[in-house]
Structure formats: C-alpha cells, structure tokens
C-alpha cells in the first residue's frame, strides 16, 4: 500500500482557457500558492482482479464514464505501460467541486499514489530515483487537472505555459519562507457547482474580455512576483483581487456564460473591502471557479479575519490554512 497526501492550491494568477494543438496547454502562465489543511489523502495498491476499484470519500466508484479519476487511471496507462489494476481510497479534507480546488489535489494525490503503487518506490527520493522526479508527476497530473500540476511545489508556484505543450514547465518561484500567507477559505456553500471548470475552460476564447486579459497579464504576474520578494502585502492583495474578479468576468461574458458566483458572494466582497477601507483587518479575497471566497491574510492576523467573518456571516464553515510545502508520500 502507498499513500500519497498532496495539498490543494490557490491561484493568485488563474489558469483559465487552453491554447490549441497541445493536451491540457495553458492559455497563460498561472501562479499559486500551495496549501496545507486542504489536502486529498490517497491510498493505491495493486489489485489481483480485472478492474481498478475506485473509492473517494468512502463511495465506491463504479464504472461512471465521467468520472475524472477512472478516466485519470487510464491515461497513466497508456502513458506509462503498467497494466495491473489498483485499489484506491481517496479523502479529501474538504468538500469537493464547490471551489475548493479538489481537482487540484484529488488528481495530484491519485497521480502519486497510483505510480508509486505500480512502481513500488516507497518514497519520493525512491521515485525520483526510478525515473518520476516533481516535475515528470506534475506534468503526469495535468493531463487529468491543470492545476494539479502546481500542488506538486511547495510554496508559490508558476506553471509557465511556454513555447508548445512539451515545454510547459513547473516549478516554485518563491519559497514559503519568504512570505508566509494565511488563506482562511469561507464555505458559503457545499452545493456542486453547476458548469464544470472543464467546460467552462473551452468558451473562455468567445469572452470579448480574454485576449485583452491575455494582453495584461505578464504585467499582473510581475507585479505579484515583485510583491511577494518583497513581502508588500498590500501591492500583492490588490492584484490578487482584480485577477479573481477579471476570471470572473471572462466566465461570465462567454458563451456559453458559467456564472458561479451567489449574492452570498457578492455580499461577502463588499464587506471585506469596507472592513479593511475602515481599518478594522488587512485581508484580500479570491475565487475560483465556484462561490466560496478565499481570504489571504498575514498569519498573525488570521485569528482577527476568522472571528470577524464567523461574527458577520453566522456559524460558516471555515478552513484555517496557510502556505504549505507540498506532496509526500509513505508506505
Ligand atoms: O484544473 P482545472 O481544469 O480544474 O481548472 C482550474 C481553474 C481554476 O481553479 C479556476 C483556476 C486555477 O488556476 O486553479
């Protein structure tokens, strides 16, 4: 048995829309932040049967055509050349497919634990050594979630899109240590999220705002590089606000629209930008593709945020997370 627990991840600059010719080619060079509490926990071992037998979150998966992570198993397949079935039990910390980035650590989890299971390396330095260092798993992981590429560094991470699909590269640019953020993320609501990202991913091209935004952001992303080296959290969280709110707009000026933001949300942005305009907290939010805001913060204040959003929106479920370090991997 070999469980793999690979965190989620937060885009500051969002990988939204893919480019032709290439699978899973990014339309931009995306930027994120590796978490720590919101993790998917996965366990792979081989299977003296005739099929994968899939669990997540204690359901059993039985052969739905959808299913990413099925889909996922079958193209490591034909990647790699293994061929003995697996077992898989798969947790995630936190409810999935409501903007929380599940795709991003349940695909990065079963990508590590599912080669490491076939392989039988019992670490990451194990794998590495047999031909699978971070950078061929991450690339591994995107063919099933983009994202999932970023969740396999620590740190702040920049999934460079480059020249063709093969020269896509990963890698952390800023280190944890360099400016520790708190991300404290707000469930305002568990509901599933009505347009897949997946789909949503192809009408981005038809938004008169995406090549405009394709235009701006290399500034966007230098801006926040600079920011983060230079621990100005301020600079950073203006940018963060206006990348999440650009996405925003570009989903919902596409055609098909995917709108996933609620009133909830809408109200939730005004009052944060009132509570820090007043001076009460310094904290800026993002979104994914989904409704439930996440707030960055300095980690000493994070305590202030979480108690000023439990007091103004009622008993919501909150994650309290932070900058993380990445994957690991045990028997
Ligand atoms: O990796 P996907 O296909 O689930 O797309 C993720 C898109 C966003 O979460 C909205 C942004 C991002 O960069 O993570």
Not at 6 to 34: C, F, H
Not at 55 to 65: C, T
Not at 239 to 256: D, G, K, Q, R, Y
Request: charged share 20%; net charge neutral.
């Amino acid at each position: 048995m070999r469980t793999a627990v690979v965190p989620s991840n937060i885009a500051l600059i969002k990988y939204w829309g893919k480019r032709e010719g290439g699978r899973q080619w990014a339309a931009n060079d995306s930027l994120s932040m590796t978490l720590t509490e919101a993790a998917t926990k996965t366990s792979a071992r081989l299977l003296d049967g005739p099929h994968d037998e899939l669990w997540i979150d204690g359901q059993r998966v039985v052969g739905d055509a959808q299913s990413k992570a099925l889909l996922h198993l079958v193209l490591l397949r034909q990647e790699l050349g293994f061929a003995t079935p697996l077992v898989i039990d798969s947790h995630n910390s936190f409810p999935s497919d409501c903007g929380v980035a599940s795709s991003a650590s349940g695909l990065g989890a079963l990508t590590l634990a599912a080669i490491a299971a076939w392989t039988g390396a019992r670490s990451l330095p194990d794998l590495q050594a047999r031909g699978f260092d971070l950078s061929r798993l991450a690339h591994l992981a995107r063919l099933g979630s983009g994202s999932a590429c970023r969740s396999f560094f620590g740190g702040y991470v920049l999934w460079h899109s480059g020249g063709s699909e093969a020269f896509q590269r990963v890698d952390t640019v800023i280190a944890r240590d360099e400016m520790p953020l708190a991300d404290t993320i707000v469930l305002l609501s568990r509901d599933k999220k009505g347009v897949p990202s997946t789909v949503a991913h192809k009408s981005a091209w038809s938004s008169p705002l995406f090549r405009p935004r394709l235009a701006g952001l290399p500034d966007r992303l230098k801006t926040m590089t600079e920011a983060l080296h230079a621990q100005d959290f301020t600079r950073l969280g203006e940018a963060i606000e206006t990348e999440a709110l650009e996405m925003h707009a570009v989903m919902m000026t596409s055609t098909p629209a995917a709108t996933y933001l609620l009133p909830r949300t809408s109200d939730f942005i005004v009052w944060l930008r009132e509570a820090r305009r007043q001076g009460d907290f310094e904290a800026y939010f993002t979104l994914d593709a989904g409704p439930n805001p996440h707030v960055f913060s300095r980690v000493k204040d994070q305590a202030l945020v979480a108690d000023r959003i439990r007091t103004r929106f009622g008993a919501e479920d909150l994650i309290l997370d932070c900058t993380g370090t990445g994957p690991t991997l045990c028997l």
